[in-house]
């Protein structure tokens, strides 16, 4: 019997394009789009750790690295640690959490899990005062300063779901994700996978 292997991270980097120009038209789609993106990295992360193994690696660096990964598994780790420790064995540098495209990641994943896991918004507002000034919500600051959305304006409440809907935010979440998977990528020891992962992810390109 021969076991055959589906790799899908492609697939879902796929869908997360179409659903962005989907979102050029309807913005709801944009919503789809920054989900799946999120979703299409952590499966390269899976995945990656399946071609260390199924590939018998013969590299120190690796096989250590599929340990580790299989520990961080068993201790449930979240996506961010696990592409820290990977970052850094095959590279013994740090992620860096002030720079892009690490620190954008980090929110990305922030603002996946907040619209996963929705909560109603809550702030107060004062509808009477026309000239009272709002702190604007951390996700659309974050966005608004990295010049991917408009800032808000200063008297619109603080509010930040419709702000994160949109397909620029889609486009920047696809290609932060794209960004994370080359820092892993282009870093890896062994030719052979290397050449593998490549060719899996080959025709994957920024928006």
Same mark, same amino acid.
């Given at each position: 019997? /021969? #076991?055959? /292997?589906?790799?899908?991270?492609?697939?879902?980097?796929?869908?997360? %394009?179409?659903? =962005? %120009? +989907?979102?050029? #038209?309807?913005? &709801?789609?944009?919503?789809?789009?920054?989900?799946?993106?999120?979703?299409?990295? %952590?499966?390269?992360?899976?995945?990656?750790?399946?071609?260390?193994?199924?590939?018998?690696?013969?590299?120190? &660096?690796?096989?250590?690295?599929?340990?580790?990964? !299989?520990?961080?598994?068993? #201790?449930?780790?979240?996506?961010?640690?696990? /592409?820290?420790?990977? =970052?850094?064995?095959? @590279?013994?540098?740090?992620? !860096?959490?002030?720079?892009?495209?690490?620190?954008?990641? *980090?929110?990305?994943?922030?603002?996946?899990?907040?619209?996963?896991?929705?909560?109603? %918004?809550? =702030?107060?507002?004062?509808?009477?005062?026309?000239?009272?000034?709002?702190?604007?919500?951390?996700? @659309?600051?974050?966005?608004?300063?990295?010049?991917?959305?408009?800032?808000?304006?200063?008297?619109?409440?603080?509010?930040?779901?419709?702000?994160?809907?949109?397909?620029?935010?889609?486009?920047?979440?696809?290609?932060?994700?794209?960004?994370?998977? +080359? *820092?892993?990528?282009?870093?890896?020891?062994? #030719?052979?996978?290397?050449?593998?992962?490549?060719?899996?992810?080959?025709?994957?390109?920024?928006?």
């Amino acid at each position: 019997m /021969t #076991e055959i /292997t589906h790799y899908n991270h492609g697939h879902l980097f796929s869908l997360a %394009e179409k659903a =962005y %120009e +989907r979102a050029k #038209e309807d913005c &709801t789609e944009s919503l789809s789009s920054i989900i799946i993106s999120v979703i299409a990295f %952590e499966t390269f992360l899976n995945e990656f750790k399946d071609v260390i193994q199924r590939y018998q690696s013969e590299s120190d &660096t690796l096989l250590s690295l599929k340990q580790i990964l !299989d520990n961080l598994e068993d #201790e449930k780790a979240s996506t961010i640690l696990k /592409t820290q420790m990977i =970052y850094y064995h095959l @590279t013994h540098e740090l992620l !860096d959490k002030g720079a892009s495209p690490f620190q954008d990641y *980090c929110q990305l994943t922030k603002i996946r899990n907040a619209l996963i896991h929705k909560k109603p %918004e809550k =702030y107060e507002w004062e509808p009477d005062d026309a000239d009272k000034i709002y702190k604007p919500h951390n996700f @659309t600051k974050f966005l608004a300063d990295r010049g991917i959305i408009q800032k808000p304006h200063e008297n619109n409440p603080p509010s930040w779901y419709q702000y994160v809907v949109q397909p620029e935010v889609a486009r920047w979440a696809y290609n932060v994700c794209i960004k994370m998977l +080359r *820092c892993i990528s282009q870093n890896i020891p062994d #030719e052979g996978i290397s050449k593998q992962i490549n060719f899996m992810s080959q025709n994957l390109k920024e928006l």
